[in-house]
């Protein structure tokens, strides 16, 4: 009696294609996260959302100095109320970020990488006005911890041939 199951078919499929691709995972050897990891220079921050930006990227990228690549990055956030009461008072407030930045060559100045990303994150402000500051200064913190690892997968993406 035969038997024939589409999951086999599938997966020798999927296989077949992901091997027919070039398929290179981002953390094997030839990888661009074997290629960045402990390798970039993050400049130093200047002010505290910058400061929560490096604190992740080198969490995730790691630490170097001297590096054979140097990461300067700008950022920016602002705040806009999304709801009132009756009365006129807010009750949630968007805070909308962005991250500017540029990957460059240590060795010959030369730019790598350049580019931006943005995002949005949300608090309450419904309690008291220690609450609320509380709750707005865990919303920059998250903010600038979703750009950061969102430049994160930007340089994962480079292509290893392009970085030195």
């Given at each position: ?72 990055f700008s950022v920016s956030n ?87």
């Amino acid at each position: 009696m035969s038997y024939f199951n589409r999951r086999h078919l599938l997966i020798a499929g999927a296989s077949l294609l992901v091997s027919a691709c070039n398929f290179t995972p981002i953390y094997g050897p030839e990888g661009a996260g074997s290629q960045i990891e402990n390798r970039i220079l993050i400049k130093a921050p200047t002010t505290k959302d910058a400061y929560f930006v490096t604190r992740r990227l080198e969490t995730r990228l790691g630490r170097a100095d001297p590096a054979p690549m140097t990461l300067s990055f700008s950022v920016s956030n602002s705040s806009a109320g999304l709801g009132t009461t009756a009365t006129g008072s807010t009750t949630r407030v968007q805070r909308v970020g962005s991250l500017s930045y540029t990957l460059k060559n240590s060795a010959t100045g030369k730019n790598i990488a350049k580019g931006s990303v943005s995002n949005f994150t949300g608090y309450s402000a419904t309690g008291n006005t220690a609450a609320t500051l509380a709750a707005e200064r865990a919303a920059i913190e998250r903010l600038m911890n979703i750009l950061a690892d969102q430049l994160v997968d930007r340089l994962l993406l480079l292509d290893p041939a392009t970085l030195p």
